[in-house]
Nanobody, 124 residues
Framework: QVQLVESGGGLVQAGGSLRLSCAASGRSFNNYAMGWFRQAPGKEREFVAAVRWRGGRTYYADSVKGRFTISREIAKNAVYLHMSSLKPEDTAVYYC?????????????????WGQGTQVTVSS
């Protein structure tokens, strides 16, 4: 059974940085697509960033491009989201997601496995 566990959220001032972690377990993720999504109160879950486990190819939403970096650490079965130059509009619950796939996936409906989420709050 695939399990994804996020950590690293918290309260940060605008302009600050945070690194979110997603610990993945339950199988080999060598052929998995992994993604980060976020959901603010009253809004739909939106795509943030994605990475292919094999090869490390990445893709970002325009709203975070140049500020966020997604990466994976194969030896630790972990995916990270390093967020910098944070803005109040980045405030949301951030979710890690995964699916067996050879591509980069940007739709929430495309992912099979989800973590429980971690809260990120950016104060102005």
């Amino acid at each position: 059974q695939v399990q994804l566990v996020e950590s690293g959220g918290g309260l940060v001032q605008a302009g600050g940085s945070l690194r979110l972690s997603c610990a993945a377990s339950g199988r080999s993720f060598n052929n998995y697509a992994m993604g980060w999504f976020r959901q603010a109160p009253g809004k739909e879950r939106e795509f943030v960033a994605a990475v292919r486990w094999r090869g490390g190819r990445t893709y970002y939403a325009d709203s975070v491009k140049g500020r966020f970096t997604i990466s994976r650490e194969i030896a630790k079965n972990a995916v990270y989201l390093h967020m910098s130059s944070l803005k109040p509009e980045d405030t949301a619950v951030y979710y890690c997601a995964g699916r067996l796939s050879s591509g980069i996936l940007t739709g929430a409906y495309e992912y099979d496995y989800w973590g429980q989420g971690t809260q990120v709050t950016v104060s102005s």
